[in-house]
């Protein structure tokens, strides 16, 4: 298929068509017809290339745009894979189980708001997932909170902010990785990037929710969730301290900057030898671990949701769902239906607070509009990457600004995917848990105020020279 005219400058509004039209079409879809994302990004995709070729792109141009967003891609996705088969074989070898085990530990009636958010940063750290941890140990919580008096809002604000904040900084999550790919940004340098922004942030709402918690009675302190949780777990795995030696491998590669896809792939490997040694299972289990992850039958339904988890298979859902947007993305940006919206928009930023504050807002809308936090953050990190170039900046500040809005305020709305699952999980709406979920209200402004501030923004070692080959253009 080729368009019998040479490609032009799209107009504004050929431009605003394949955005609005998917965002209409997603929500549409997701909020009405009940669908998954991938097949709504599909459709969006197609107009997209429709609108394309109306202003002269022939079909080999946009085929190319597709697959090169794809391909500067691949090396997350190849990631993403192996942080399943790590899950999987960590769960196996008992290592998420010891963590969750004497993460609980750490509960204490006097200071239950903090310390739960702290417990809750754990399990999403250990797992890379926030909906695990708020599945599972939030459940639990929230079982404790009500045994305490404790309004079951202000519990499940607490649970969202622990959650999101181990979520965001695990180099096992999902949006961790989704942020560092629509950012073409090593995966470490990402997280550690996050830090200067999400610590702040995490110690001023812990600061707030033990303010709380001095204020009123604990009464009787009901532990007997935890007490099932901690019980099924040393039923069913051999705990001990050396089941965190995998984590801790992790933690000392990201340190010694190790790449990713080595580090998490030796990391797998030895959940695989530590499943053998300490658990006793067998070489063929810790295949079926690295391929389909981990299913628990332990009988007790919070800690089966909480270990059935991990493998490759179970992150063709979100690898898919990223490829069909980097499609969509791609095609907006070969055709210059993004050059051609950030013309408007930059026009107006002049600063680097400018740019962060309009990333952050652009993240926000897209969880309110797209419904799916994946999206908020690839589609700013496809439309703002150039204008980050252009001031100088490195990609892993784009990375952490993506998530300082996107990955945040994604449980933050009802039709959301996040606030749709956070809400039907721990049983509180999702406008009743807004107001206390502190980290996540507080971070975009710990960002936009930092960056204004001119704190914590990483400029290129060779900012000038970009920026004089820039002007050279």
């Known amino acids: 298929m080729k368009s019998d005219t040479n490609p032009r400058k799209p107009y504004m509004w050929e431009a605003l068509v394949p955005i609005i039209g998917m965002a209409v079409i997603i929500v549409f ?49 190849i990631i993403v ?43 999403s750290l250990a797992t890379g997932s926030a909906w695990t941890s708020s599945g599972t140990v939030g459940i639990a919580l929230m079982g404790v909170a009500a045994g ?77 969730n935890v007490e099932l949780i901690q019980s099924t777990l040393s039923e069913n795995f051999n705990i001990s301290p050396w089941l ?31 499943a053998f040694v300490f658990q006793g299972v067998s070489f063929k289990e810790i295949l079926l671990a690295f391929h389909y992850g981990y299913e628990s039958q332990t009988g007790v339904e919070v800690v089966d949701k909480l270990l059935t988890r991990g493998g490759v298979n179970a992150m063709m859902w979100t690898i898919s769902l990223i490829i069909f947007a980097l499609c969509f993305g791609g095609i907006l940006e070969k055709a210059g239906f993004t050059e051609v919206i950030l013309e408007k928009v930059i026009k107006k930023v002049k600063t680097v607070g400018g740019l962060v504050t309009t990333t952050i807002i652009t993240g926000i809308i897209c969880d309110f509009v797209l419904t799916d936090q994946y999206l908020a953050n690839i589609i700013p990190g496809r439309m703002y990457y150039k204008a980050y170039d252009e001031m100088g900046l490195e990609r892993r500040f784009l990375s952490r600004t993506l998530e300082d809005g996107g990955s945040l305020w994604s449980p933050m709305f009802p039709w959301n995917g996040c606030g749709a699952y956070q809400s039907a999980t721990l049983g509180v709406s999702t406008f009743a848990y807004f107001p206390y979920a502190f980290l996540n209200l507080v971070n975009p402004f710990i960002a936009i105020i930092m960056a204004y501030m001119g704190i914590a923004v990483f400029y290129r070692k060779d900012k000038k020279e970009a920026l004089e080959s820039v002007h050279k253009e």
Not at 37 to 47: C, G, L, N, Q, W
Not at 171 to 187: C, K, R, W, Y
Not at 246 to 268: D, E, N, W, Y
């Open 81 to 123: 894979m192996i942080v399943g088969m790590l899950i999987g074989t960590w769960v196996l070898s008992g290592s998420v189980p010891a963590m969750i085990y004497y993460g609980l530990d750490l509960i204490s009636p006097k200071f239950f708001l903090p310390t739960g958010a702290i417990l809750c940063a754990i399990v």
């Open 29 to 77: 879809s997701m909020l009405v017809l009940g669908l998954e994302p991938h097949i709504p990004i599909v459709i969006s995709t197609v107009v997209a290339a429709l609108m394309a070729l109306r202003v002269g792109y022939d079909w080999n141009t946009i085929r190319d745009g597709m697959l090169e967003s794809t391909f500067r891609a691949l090396e997350a996705l």
């Open 148 to 224: 305490l008096g404790i309004n079951p809002a202000l519990a499940a604000g607490m649970i969202i902010s622990g959650a999101y904040f181990g979520d965001k900084l695990s180099p096992l999550s999902d949006s961790t990785n989704v942020a560092a790919a629509a950012a073409e940004t090593d995966l470490y340098d990402h997280v550690g990037a996050m830090m200067y922004t999400t610590i702040p942030s995490f110690i001023i709402a812990v600061i707030i929710y033990t303010v709380i918690g001095l204020n009123f009675q604990t009464g009787d302190f009901d532990t007997s």
């Open 244 to 274: 965190l030696i995998p984590p801790v491998f992790v933690f000392i590669t990201a340190i010694k900057k190790v790449p990713a896809i080595p580090s998490l792939l030796g990391a797998a490997t030895l959940g695989g030898i530590w």
